[in-house]
């Protein structure tokens, strides 16, 4: 057990909130969820696992995907313990280009939740590197919450990271968050340097990459989380010795408003005006589609064209693709009172996506208390000459709170 339970004392303090030992989420330890999962399968029962992430998940830059990404390679590790114990495995693959954790949070309802997901493996330590810092732990905790809270489901979380100083990642802020709700957790990282060296991860990708690992780096991913699992499984306790989890979730570390979050995309939410911008046809990836089923938003190249939504919440945030293809927008909000926030620009344009999409998430305001705003959002007047007729884009508004 790793030494955040190791002075775990009769009262301790984190993030400004009090615990008393005997709170019963924070006693449970971190095997106990994926030793649930794995003891259904020993008894022959069925399980559903998926990989939630990015374009890492996905598998971009394995070759074959099917066989050498780091998911396709744990998907096997399942099918032959389910195989071996007559277990009916369901395995899906819920990598999307550009998924972080404000992504993440807008498709778990849908994508995790919906699926009766029995164990989930979480992959955002690359894309949070490029998540507003403001948002990025408090999203990541939100999708924990989302999954964990009332639920059987276990999590374990995977950190990856990026070839260059330091080796790049968000494990130092995701860490402590998956520590303080008991998630055990894989750090590619962690693992290479206890036998080796910075230098090793030269081999895990081809220059000029250095985001996307190579086959040898996914098969290294892979191996470690099937070390992890792996020893789950072959020291896996009888039945009954293995603790139901505990499903009530203590305090959140940071807030839970995104543990509670409404999608709005034109599907389900129409404008309270609108002066030239036009529904649907907004460009989405093709891992968006196939994979995330992600809806179509608002699109226009009249500079100065404004659409306005009504929405409740108390974090509201804006979505959006970004190429070099487009031109910027700005969006903000006018609070019940009549007071307005700061403009934020919604930077469509994105000189080093050449020829694919990426994917963006701005906040607009964020509070404790739930009220209704309404949000605006612009095609931008300072557009530079040779963005002239290009097109800004919005895929959706995040709406979070209880």
């Not at 009766?116 to 894309?127: G, P, T």
């Not at 906040?363 to 007729?389: F, P």
């Amino acid at each position: 057990m790793r030494k955040f339970l190791a002075i775990f004392t009769a009262v301790f303090l984190i993030a400004g909130h009090t615990f008393a030992a005997e709170d019963k989420f924070m006693s449970e330890k971190e095997d106990v969820r994926i030793q649930n999962v794995l003891a259904k399968i020993r008894r022959g029962e069925s399980v559903t696992v998926a990989v939630l992430g990015g374009s890492i998940t996905t598998g971009y830059a394995a070759n074959p995907i099917s066989t050498n990404s780091w998911a396709a390679r744990t998907e096997a590790w399942f099918s032959k313990i389910c195989a071996e114990n007559k277990s009916r495995l369901t395995f899906l693959n819920e990598g999307v280009s550009g998924t972080d954790s404000a992504f993440a949070v807008a498709r778990i309802k849908e994508h995790i939740i919906s699926n009766k997901v029995d164990l989930v493996i979480l992959e955002f330590a690359v894309n949070d590197q490029w998540l507003d810092g403001r948002t990025r732990q408090r999203t990541y905790e939100g999708a924990i919450r989302q999954i964990m809270n009332n639920s059987d489901t276990a999590v374990l979380a995977l950190f990856i990271n990026t070839l260059g100083d330091n080796l790049p990642g968000q494990q130092y802020e995701q860490q402590p968050i998956c520590e303080y709700y008991h998630i055990p957790f894989v750090s590619w990282k962690d693992c290479v340097l206890r036998g080796g060296s910075k230098s090793d991860f030269n081999k895990f990708f081809d220059a000029p990459e250095t985001v996307h690992p190579n086959n040898a780096g996914h098969e290294s991913i892979a191996g470690f989380i099937i070390e992890k699992l792996d020893g789950y499984w072959k020291n896996l306790p009888a039945d009954k010795k293995i603790p139901s989890p505990v499903k009530t979730l203590p305090k959140p570390r940071t807030d839970d408003a995104f543990e509670f979050v409404t999608y709005y995309h034109n599907g389900n939410i129409k404008p309270s005006s609108n002066s030239g911008w036009t529904s649907g046809g907004t460009p989405r990836h093709d891992d968006w589609v196939k994979r995330g089923n992600m809806p179509s938003g608002w699109q226009t190249n009249e500079v100065g064209a404004e659409i306005t939504f009504e929405v409740t919440g108390s974090t509201i945030g804006v979505t959006y693709a970004e190429s070099d293809q487009f031109r910027n927008a700005v969006a903000w909000v006018t609070a019940p009172d009549g007071t307005e926030s700061q403009k934020v620009n919604l930077q469509c344009f994105e000189s080093s996506r050449r020829g694919y999409y990426g994917w963006a998430y701005r906040e607009l305001v964020s509070g404790e208390k739930v009220q209704k705003y309404t949000v605006h959002i612009q095609c931008t007047k300072r557009a530079a000459a040779d963005r002239a007729g290009k097109f800004c884009n919005f895929i959706g508004i995040v709406a979070a709170g209880k």
